[in-house]
């Protein structure tokens, strides 16, 4: 994100910021929220608002969801809104077992394309399983499959019974004209990594009501984007 912005969100916080670096592969979404919990003191009292990227916004779920199922002890943690980028909701076909080495392809090409470092963790990481053929051991990736028994139970849920509904908001993007591709299917919008209509689709839970889509941004330039973050700065100053 350019250091204005970053400043800007920032300052409409007073300051009260965190970042949650969390395992990506190897655990999944359940585990990293369990596992932030354990990193807030026990009794405090949190109301929180989540700015996401890809994964990272099922971590936000499981928050917001199943805080019930949470080890909070005397904690409170209550999630305000969230604001998804690019985050697959209802999942992305590269999480199929069937399709690792489709993934682990597009990571690498995004990497070759724009020499961004963000993909290169994954992608050696990825590789690694692949090569040793222990790619089912990597819970967090197939967490992220349309059909798998993670995103079917989490989108199960109905309305949120442990709080009241967070506000949910979403960026999504197409980066090319849609086309058929052999992984998403013919004129399916993407952002290389996870589909449009995936980021707005929540299952029983509903829609994301507010869910904006840019145009030639990929899955690890969202936060570049100036149209998103002229959003995210908008969604930040709604009224909770």
């Given at each position: 994100?350019?250091?204005?912005?970053?400043?800007?969100?920032?300052?409409?916080?007073?300051?009260?910021?965190?970042?949650?670096?969390?395992?990506?592969?190897?655990?999944?979404?359940?585990?990293?929220?369990?596992?932030?919990?354990?990193?807030?003191?026990?009794?405090?009292?949190?109301?929180?608002?989540?700015?996401?990227?890809?994964?990272?916004?099922?971590?936000?779920?499981?928050?917001?969801?199943?805080?019930?199922?949470?080890?909070?002890?005397?904690?409170?943690?209550?999630?305000?809104?969230?604001?998804?980028?690019?985050?697959?909701?209802?999942?992305?076909?590269?999480?199929?077992?069937?399709?690792?080495?489709?993934?682990?392809?597009?990571?690498?090409?995004?990497?070759?394309?724009?020499?961004?470092?963000?993909?290169?963790?994954?992608?050696?990481?990825?590789?690694?399983?692949?090569?040793?053929?222990?790619?089912?051991?990597?819970?967090?990736?197939?967490?992220?499959?349309?059909?798998?028994?993670?995103?079917?139970?989490?989108?199960?849920?109905?309305?949120?019974?442990?709080?009241?509904?967070?506000?949910?908001?979403?960026?999504?993007?197409?980066?090319?004209?849609?086309?058929?591709d052999g992984v998403f299917g013919e004129g399916v919008g993407n952002d290389v990594v996870v589909?449009?209509?995936?980021?707005?689709?929540?299952?029983?839970?509903?829609?994301?009501?507010?869910?904006?889509?840019?145009?030639?941004?990929?899955?690890?330039?969202?936060?570049?984007?100036?149209?998103?973050?002229?959003?995210?700065?908008?969604?930040?100053?709604?009224?909770?």
């Amino acid at each position: 994100m350019p250091a204005e912005a970053f400043a800007r969100l920032h300052a409409a916080y007073g300051g009260r910021v965190i970042a949650f670096d969390h395992h990506t592969l190897t655990h999944d979404p359940a585990e990293n929220a369990r596992r932030l919990i354990a990193l807030i003191p026990d009794g405090a009292d949190l109301h929180l608002d989540v700015l996401a990227h890809s994964r990272g916004g099922l971590v936000a779920r499981e928050l917001a969801q199943n805080a019930a199922a949470l080890p909070l002890g005397r904690r409170r943690v209550r999630i305000g809104r969230v604001m998804f980028a690019g985050t697959p909701n209802a999942g992305t076909p590269l999480a199929d077992p069937a399709r690792l080495r489709h993934l682990a392809g597009r990571l690498t090409t995004l990497l070759a394309a724009t020499g961004q470092a963000g993909p290169l963790g994954a992608v050696q990481e990825l590789v690694k399983h692949l090569a040793s053929g222990a790619s089912g051991d990597l819970p967090g990736l197939t967490a992220m499959s349309p059909a798998g028994a993670y995103l079917r139970g989490l989108n199960a849920f109905g309305p949120h019974a442990h709080g009241p509904r967070p506000r949910y908001r979403a960026l999504a993007a197409e980066y090319g004209p849609p086309g058929d591709d052999g992984v998403f299917g013919e004129g399916v919008g993407n952002d290389v990594v996870v589909p449009v209509a995936a980021v707005g689709a929540m299952g029983r839970t509903g829609r994301v009501p507010d869910t904006h889509v840019l145009e030639r941004v990929h899955h690890h330039a969202y936060f570049e984007s100036a149209a998103a973050t002229r959003r995210i700065l908008t969604w930040a100053a709604e009224a909770s």
